[in-house]
């Protein structure tokens, strides 16, 4: 299984970035997928979170009206597109597939990460 980020840079506050994610090795469709970001000095957090139709999103508070989260099971890929970015949103940020597809709001859901990519928003 890998899963690969793209997409990350640096961007000034008030821009948009769109990150993907792309999965092979896996039958994506099955699994329910999510985002992660880990700031320096901090612990990884929840981002994002995609049921495995399409159907069901989920989001953390501290993005929640800003990112969207999407995943095209035709081409084995999900996507975070980001706008209105803050400094705070700062990260590397990691991507993840869950085939339990519950409790996928904490890191225990998911089997599968990807190596992550970094954002970083400048004020």
């Known amino acids: 299984v890998q899963l690969v980020e793209s997409g990350g840079g640096l961007v000034q506050a008030g821009g948009s970035l769109r990150l993907s994610c792309a999965a092979s090795g896996l039958t994506f469709s099955r699994y329910a997928m999510g985002w992660f970001r880990q700031a320096p000095g901090k612990e990884r957090e929840f981002v994002a ?6 159907d069901s999103t989920y989001y953390a508070r501290s993005v929640k009206g800003r990112f969207t989260i999407s995943r095209d099971n035709a081409k084995n890929t999900m996507y975070l597109q980001m706008n209105s970015l803050k400094p705070e949103d700062t ?3 990691y991507c993840a597939a869950s085939i339990m597809g519950y409790d996928v709001l904490r890191e225990v859901g998911y089997s599968y990460w990807g190596r992550g990519t970094q954002v970083i928003v400048s004020s």
């Open 49 to 54: 979170a995609i049921n495995r139709n399409d």
């Open 91 to 93: 990260a590397v940020y």
